[in-house]
C-alpha cells in the first residue's frame, strides 16, 4: 500500500503561481507513475498531469490540455515527493487537487483509476 501525503494548496490571485507537494511513502517504487487530478464543485475528477520514470531517460510527462505551458510536473526521486508547480494560475483552475500512484501507467493516465490517492489539498484562484 501507497500513502500520499498533499500540501501546497491555498488561495492565489489569477495570474499568481503555487506550488503542490506529494510525499509518498509505503511500498512505492520509482517506477511508479505519479500523477495529479483535480475535482471542482459540482465537476467530476479530471486528470491534469503524469509522470513516469524510464531507466535511462528520465521522467516521462504528460498534461491535459487546459494546463499545456502553465504546469509542471516533476519528482525528486531520493525523497519520493512529486510536485506541481502551477503558473498562470486562472479562477477555473479552482479545485481540490489530489495526488495518485499506480504501478501501472495505464491505471493512471488511461483508466484514471490508480490504486492510491493522496487526501486532497484545495486550490483557491481569486480573479
Known amino acids: 500500500q501507497v500513502q500520499l501525503v498533499e500540501s501546497g494548496g491555498g488561495l492565489v490571485q489569477a495570474g499568481g503561481s503555487l506550488r503542490l507537494s506529494c510525499a509518498a511513502s509505503?511500498?512505492?517504487?520509482?517506477?511508479?507513475?505519479m500523477g495529479w487530478f483535480r475535482q471542482a464543485p459540482g465537476k467530476e475528477r479530471e486528470f491534469v498531469a503524469s509522470?513516469?520514470?524510464?531507466?535511462?531517460?528520465?521522467?516521462?510527462?504528460y498534461y491535459t490540455d487546459s494546463v499545456k505551458g502553465r504546469f509542471t510536473i516533476s519528482r525528486d526521486n531520493a525523497e519520493n515527493t512529486v510536485y506541481l508547480q502551477m503558473n498562470s494560475l486562472k479562477p477555473e483552475d479552482t479545485a481540490v487537487y489530489y495526488c495518485?500512484?499506480?504501478?501501472?501507467?495505464?491505471?493512471?493516465?488511461?483508466?484514471?483509476?490508480?490504486?492510491?490517492w493522496g487526501q486532497g489539498t484545495q486550490v483557491t484562484v481569486s480573479s
Open positions: 495518485a500512484a499506480d504501478s501501472s501507467l495505464y491505471q493512471l493516465r488511461v483508466a484514471l483509476t490508480p490504486a492510491s
Open positions: 509522470i513516469n520514470w524510464i531507466g535511462g531517460i528520465g521522467g516521462y510527462t
Open positions: 509505503g511500498r512505492t517504487s520509482i517506477s511508479f507513475t
